[in-house]
């Protein structure tokens, strides 16, 4: 009886235990190859780890030999249109302002101040400070951000506004000696002791030339107020060519 059992079982056991011993030979077969195959030499992976190595190698040369203190001053002349909307009624005129920037960078914290002087009867003055968050120095392909504060004040009247704002500047090299540049300012409301309220944008774009500590540059700029005090009104636009020298230290 007993072995009567046993020539019915063993049949099925030998059945089960097969592809069982099948199953476990080809995943030890798989594990084999793909160890074999993970040491495995190929072009395809030496070109793919030269290019790796290639990235490396060149943030490494981009960041490697950022200067500590980096130092420029520029001065620029600024023909443009002038225009004045209130309640409708435009007027227009051509005016000019002389513009001087002092730009200083402790490693990656940028300090930047400016002075404008406008040819009818008004000032400007400003300090920000920022980030760069790329680039070697300012004589490279950067990216700044800052926050500042800027004084306008009308002359005649001695009316002052001082606006916060952000912007942000970028700056791109397309050969050694020549590149473009951006720029974008937001000017927050504020009022004057007169009641009136300004706020406004800034943008400028254009392309400058280089030769070693030297830059000369042209920019195209727009600039637009608004002034309302008791429901009126008054937007102003300046726009125009923007020439200029900048020396690098």
């Known amino acids: 009886m007993r072995f009567g059992v046993l020539l019915f079982t063993l049949p099925l056991f030998l059945g089960w235990a097969a592809p069982a011993k099948a199953y476990f030979q080809m995943e030890m077969m ?7 195959s993970d040491t495995r030499w190929t072009l395809a992976d030496w070109l793919s780890q030269k290019n790796k190595i290639r990235i490396w190698d060149h943030w490494l040369a981009m960041n490697k030999s950022v200067p500590f203190f980096d130092l420029s001053l520029s001065g620029a002349k600024a023909p443009h249109d ?3 909307e209130v309640d409708g009624v435009l007027t227009k005129s051509d005016e000019s302002s002389s513009l001087y920037e002092v730009d200083l ?8 101040a400016e002075y404008e002087d406008m040819s009818f009867d008004r000032e400007a003055r400003s300090g920000s400070a920022g980030i760069r968050w790329f680039g070697a120095s300012s004589q490279a392909t950067s990216l700044f951000t800052r926050y500042g504060v800027r004084e306008l004040k009308f002359d ?12 942000g500047q970028l700056q791109l090299y397309v050969t050694k000696f020549f590149g473009i540049k951006g720029r974008y300012r937001k000017l927050f ?10 706020e ?19 920019e195209y700029f727009n600039e ?23 020396l690098f230290f």
């Open 156 to 167: 005649l009247t001695d009316e002052k506004f001082e606006n916060s704002f952000v912007e």
């Open 82 to 84: 002038f225009k004045s």
């Open 30 to 36: 798989k594990a084999k190859v793909q160890q074999k």
């Open 224 to 246: 637009t107020l608004e002034l309302s005090q008791g429901g009126t009104i008054t937007k102003e636009t300046r726009e125009g060519p923007e020439l200029g020298v900048k």
């Open 200 to 218: 406004g944008t800034r943008s400028s774009a254009g392309g400058f030339i280089e030769l070693l500590i030297f830059r000369i540059y042209g």
């Open 189 to 198: 409301a504020a009022s004057s002791k007169e009641g009136r309220e300004l």
């Open 105 to 112: 960078s402790i490693y990656f914290i940028n300090l930047n």
